[in-house]
């Protein structure tokens, strides 16, 4: 299983960015996939997640609102919408994949199995 990000760069503070991650190889064995972020001298941080059968998604009650998490019918590809951002945003986004669906701690990084590269995220002031 692969996983790879895209969408990241450079925006202004107030922009609205998209990332997208797809998902090759044995696809069948993602149920569910979540979204973190990692700021430089920082603990990787979770953003969201989303389910495969339920489409049931978690978020980062601090993100919540400005954050959206979804995905395409098959769940090769998972997006996160990020609105009004700022440079407190500015981290590297990873996308991670669980076998699990009912993930029963989704913001931990222990909990999923396959993880991407990451994309880079830069907001200015």
């Known amino acids: 299983v692969q996983l790879v990000e895209s969408g990241g760069g450079f925006v202004q503070v107030g922009d609205s960015l998209r990332l997208s991650c797809a998902t090759s190889g044995l696809t069948f064995k993602i149920n569910s996939k979540g979204w973190f972020r990692q700021a430089p001298g920082k603990e990787r941080e979770f953003v969201a997640a989303?389910?495969?059968?339920?489409?049931?998604?978690y978020y980062n009650e601090a993100l919540k609102g400005r954050f959206t998490v979804s995905r395409d019918n098959d769940m090769n590809t998972v997006y996160l919408k990020m609105d009004n951002l700022t440079p407190e945003d500015t981290a590297v986004y990873y996308c991670a994949g669980a076998a699990s669906e009912g993930l029963l701690f989704p913001a931990k990084t222990g909990s999923y199995t396959y993880w991407g590269q990451g994309t880079q995220v830069n907001v200015s002031s």
């Open positions: 989303i389910t495969k059968t339920t489409r049931r998604t």
